[in-house]
């Protein structure tokens, strides 16, 4: 059967389809994943049944295949593919979250933004629906990674912001830098120290201008290890700009102290030798 499964030469396919309902749940695996790489309206319609089949290792290959297929079937992949992320096997569902990804669809975002902040997921298939929403780089990504920042463990949000990070569209960069921004400012003294230096890395990466003033604020946090982190992103932007809001906040009476040190401090660090 595993040679048979290699092949791949349609004439392979009637032969395929007579194991598709075999009793062994791995011949029926292998089948499915075989046809999954040949595109016919007969073949989908198995792959979709196969979603329902009562062995994990059958319906995890029928994922793939209806993600591979999607263009060819008759109902909504999303549709087909969402109530396994809350399978009773974890690896299933994980492996649904992946599929999603693969869709690049809002509909697909949507699926798995319920998925990370439903109460009940568990942490593995939290961190694969957010490596998934953070593979398809949209706008309806993005809203539902914000959404989980508000909802999710501290391990969720940490990868949340690394992903937040890798953003690469540059109209998208900038949603990602206030998302982050936002987080930041959200009971901000409160926040655990390493969410702290990880959105600073983060902001570092995308190099948003918006990002400047946040980060400025962390030099004042009582944690040196989250100043130097927010002196490192600082380090990723724009410089001119960067030495502009430190001259601006040094010159302000109303700085309280821990900022003006922490800009000295930035400063030196810098390599900036303007007298103030």
Not at 30 to 55: C, K, M, N, W
């Amino acid at each position: 059967m595993q040679a048979l499964a290699q092949l791949s030469d349609a004439q392979v396919i009637p032969a395929l389809l007579m194991v598709v309902n075999d009793r062994s749940a791995e011949v029926r695996a292998i089948a499915l994943e075989a046809l999954s790489h040949f595109y016919h309206p007969v073949i989908t319609r198995h792959l979709v049944q196969g979603l329902h089949d009562p062995s994990s290792l059958v319906r995890k290959s029928a994922i793939v295949g209806v993600s591979l297929q999607a263009s060819l079937l008759e109902t909504d992949p999303v549709a087909l593919l969402a109530f396994l992320l809350a399978d009773l096997n974890p690896t299933v569902g994980r492996q649904a979250a992946l599929a999603l990804g693969r869709l690049q669809t809002d509909a697909a975002a949507q699926a798995l933004t319920q998925a990370l902040i439903a109460p009940t997921s568990p942490i593995e298939l939290q961190l694969d629906c957010v490596r998934s929403l953070g593979w398809m780089q949209s706008a309806a990504a993005l809203d539902g990674l914000a959404d989980g920042l508000g909802s999710v463990s501290e391990q969720v949000k940490l990868e949340i912001v690394a992903v937040l990070g890798r953003v690469a569209p540059p109209p998208l960069k900038a949603t990602a830098t206030a998302i982050l921004v936002a987080a930041l400012q959200a009971q901000a003294w409160q926040q655990p120290i390493i969410l702290k230096r990880a959105i600073a890395f983060s902001l570092g990466q995308l190099g948003d201008p918006q990002a400047i003033d946040p980060l400025i604020y962390l030099l004042a946090d009582e944690d040196a290890s989250v100043c130097l982190h927010a002196i490192a992103a600082l380090k990723h932007l724009e410089t001119e700009p960067v030495l502009q809001r430190f001259h601006h906040f040094r010159q302000l009476t109303s700085s309280p102290m821990a900022l003006q040190q922490g800009i000295a401090i930035a400063q030196q660090e810098w390599g900036d030798r303007e007298t103030t």
